[in-house]
């Protein structure tokens, strides 16, 4: 929880300009996260310091942080953090004229984001057809309660008018 506060920190002192104290809470965050064994998180303050890097032109600084997080999100299959990973690289690689291998990781995180959106958009569908679903039983059971109504008023119905023509017949 510390290490995200202190990299929410970092993200409003670059909102303010603040470089080097938004530095100073990246780096705290990544210390904290480094041996922690939380790898989702960690990727985190790693792809702040490298993001703060490359907007202030240290690409050679920000390299380390982008292949750490890289190796990270690949363990544990995060194709969003992958995606960022090689959006950075991306802006790496332009801003160094390499231009093939900008491309390439332009390629790879336009991959990624693609994928990422469509794993989001099938999940809706999945979440959508489920409640289509749900939705359907709710409605049959509520059919099923009201039939369950009629039949019993219509029970009562017939109980009450044999016991009135059973009394109409005995007197």
Known sequence: GMSLCYTY???????????????????????????????????????????????NGKMGEARPYIEEAREIADTI????????????????????????????CYEKSRNYMDSVTNEKNMAHLQNERINYERQKKDDEIKL???????????????EWA????IAVAAI
């Open 9 to 55: 920190y970092g993200h409003l002192h670059v909102k303010h300009g603040e470089t080097a104290k938004a530095a100073a809470d990246y780096n705290k965050a990544y210390r904290l996260m480094k041996n922690h064994g939380d790898s989702w998180h960690s990727i985190e303050s790693c792809l702040a310091l490298a993001n703060l890097y490359i907007n």
């Open 77 to 104: 299959n995060s194709l969003e953090h992958l995606a960022r990973v090689y959006d950075m690289g991306y802006r790496i690689y332009s801003q160094r004229g390499d231009y093939k291998n900008a491309l390439y």
């Open 144 to 158: 099923m309660q009201l039939n369950f109504d009629y039949e019993r008023q219509r029970r009562n119905i017939l």
């Open 162 to 165: 044999s016991l009135a023509i």
